[in-house]
């Protein structure tokens, strides 16, 4: 059966597609616009029996947990046979295998299947690789001319809008809301290819009609508007800088202040994309991570004027500000070279 996930042709039953440097297969709809780079799969993701529902904490030992002002709520446990049982309280559970190369997902009675490909599209993901040991960033990416360019923070700092202005003004997404990061052979941070849509909360929503052509846009299972925007290609394009946004709606100005590298790693810290995390490994492996590409890639908190209706010229601000502040690595970035 083919699908939009896999455009050359997809597995009997499901969609095959690449994310975040992995090759998948996957019996729910991810709506992603990248074929994998082989036949194969690194991880497989399927359907399970439906479960009851349950903000229970499962048995197990716990290594994340939250809550959002929403009223969702999760539990993640690892257990003895060292598989891991992923707990979205009265959506679903998943449980990913000891390997991380297998996902089941379990929906709750009644929950559409749509709600769980949001749920393994972001935050399971993020969690398999983390579990992989891979550095993951609660972050959007664009490629500018060669180069990436990330918005970091928590959900509704607007970086998936910024990286909509940029798109929408000829850059490519990269991906939106998980970044994976590798090391190129030159020392540089390479960007993964990730999702091939944004998606943008009701206040932004109106940008998708702002794309000359080509974009289509879709209703999500939990209320956000998916705008398929222009998208990379290139694996590993370097990343130039990483932005912060502070949306001011009542100043017409827009500032970059640099961080110093321990402000930088506790800052990126502040914005994980687990939430909740208590397993000590992960949450060590983690601080080094930050701590390390602190100290290697600028980082800047940007005061943003912010609309709707937003300034028609913020991106091109926004890049020319960072070409004023931004050292050898900008124009040293302008060269994508694969990641080793």
Not at 128 to 152: N, P, Q
Not at 279 to 306: H, I, S, T, Y
Request: proline share 6%; glycine share 10%.
């Amino acid at each position: 059966m083919s699908g939009p996930n896999d455009p050359g042709g997809g597995e009997e039953g499901g969609w095959g597609c690449r994310l975040h440097g992995l090759d998948l297969l996957t019996r729910v709809d991810l709506h992603a616009r990248r074929p994998r780079a082989a036949d194969g799969a690194d991880v497989r993701v399927d359907l399970g029996a439906t479960v009851p529902s349950t903000t229970r904490t499962p048995a197990g030992h716990l290594t994340a947990q939250w809550s959002t002002d929403s009223g969702l709520t999760a539990s993640f446990v690892s257990r003895a046979d060292g598989s891991h049982l992923l707990r979205f309280g009265s959506t679903c559970d998943v449980v990913v295998d000891s390997r991380a190369e297998h996902v089941t997902l379990h929906m709750v009675d009644g929950v559409p299947e749509a709600m769980g490909a949001v749920i393994v599209g972001g935050t399971v993901l993020a969690y398999l690789l983390m579990l992989r040991g891979e550095t993951v960033l609660h972050a959007s990416a664009v490629d500018v001319g060669g180069r990436a360019v990330a918005f970091i923070g928590s959900s509704g700092m607007g970086k998936t809008t910024l990286a909509t202005l940029m798109c929408r003004d000829s850059g490519l997404l990269i991906t939106d809301d998980v970044l994976r990061l590798g090391r190129r052979a030159d020392g540089l941070d390479a960007c993964a290819l990730g999702a091939t849509e944004v998606r943008l909360r009701a206040a932004a929503a109106g940008l998708s009609g702002e794309f000359a052509e080509g974009v289509s846009d879709r209703l999500t299972a939990d209320d956000r508007r998916a705008v398929s925007v222009p998208a990379a290609t290139e694996e590993g394009v370097p990343l130039a800088a990483m932005v912060i946004p502070r949306p001011r709606r009542n100043s017409p100005e827009l500032t970059l202040t640099r961080l110093r590298p321990a402000a930088a790693a506790m800052s990126m810290l502040g914005f994980p994309r687990i939430l909740g995390l208590r397993d000590e490994r992960m949450l060590a492996a983690q601080f080094d991570q930050m701590v390390d590409l602190g100290g290697r890639v600028p980082v800047f908190v940007a005061d943003v004027p912010w609309g709707p209706p937003f300034p028609t010229d913020l991106s091109s601000r926004m890049l020319e500000s960072l070409d004023a502040q931004l050292d050898d690595r900008w124009e040293a970035a302008a060269t994508p070279v694969r990641p080793t």
